[in-house]
Structure formats: C-alpha cells, structure tokens
C-alpha cells in the first residue's frame, strides 16, 4: 500500500506559476507516477508521466509549460507549472503505479492516488 499527500494549489493569476508536490509514502523509485486534473464537468485526463528510467510525457496543452520530476530519495513528485492559464484551472491529483509500469496517461493504469489539491487561475 502507498498512500500519496499532494500539496502546492493555490491561486494565481494568468501568466503566473505554482509548483505540486506529492510525498509517496514509500519506495517512489519502484513506481511510475503522473499528474492528473479534473475540471467541474470534465472529465479527468492526464497531464504528466514519469517512469521509473525517469523518461517523461506531457500532454500537447501543457508541454513546454509543466514539468515533472521525481526525487526518489526524498520520495517527492513534483510538478512545475509556469505560464498557467485559465484553463489550467483544476483539481490536481497525483498517481503511482508500482513496477512493472508504463508512462500513461489512463487513469486505470494508476493503482494508488492521493486527495487531490485545487489549482485556480484567474484571468
């Protein structure tokens, strides 16, 4: 069992950034892990993945912008956003697969998830 803690949302305007944070309880370095949102009324979709070997994948809206790393020492996940925008607003949710695992953007692929912190934009 690995239980996730996200931290980091808050407010900011347009043009702004924030960095998450999640603290995997355990053994960070034997999973892969993503970042997810969900929008009121959208569906959740994925945002960024990074593997064991620590290769990384974004989703086109946020690459450039995001980036995700993972101190597996600390067992830390991270996300740097910059250049937020209004449509970045979201509930922010991190996820951790243990190995084997692939880089993905599914969330079935996803065993363990944490609570979720709320990252808002303003315009």
């Known amino acids: 069992q690995v239980q996730l803690v996200e931290s980091g949302g808050g407010s900011v305007q347009a043009g702004g950034s924030l960095g998450l944070s999640c603290a995997v309880s355990r053994n960070a370095y034997r999973h892969c892990m993503g970042w997810f949102r969900q929008a009121p009324g959208k569906e959740r979709e994925g945002v960024a993945g990074i593997g064991i070997n620590g290769r990384q994948n974004y989703v086109d809206s946020v690459k450039g912008r995001f980036t995700i790393s993972k101190d597996n020492a600390k067992n830390i996940l991270y996300l740097q956003m910059n250049s937020l925008q209004p449509e970045d607003t979201a509930m922010y949710y991190c996820?951790?697969?243990?190995?084997?695992?692939?880089?993905?953007?599914?969330?079935?692929?996803?065993?363990?998830w944490g609570q979720g912190t709320q990252v808002t934009v303003s315009s």
């Open positions: 996820a951790a697969e243990p190995a084997p695992c692939l880089v993905s953007f599914g969330g079935l692929d996803y065993t363990y």
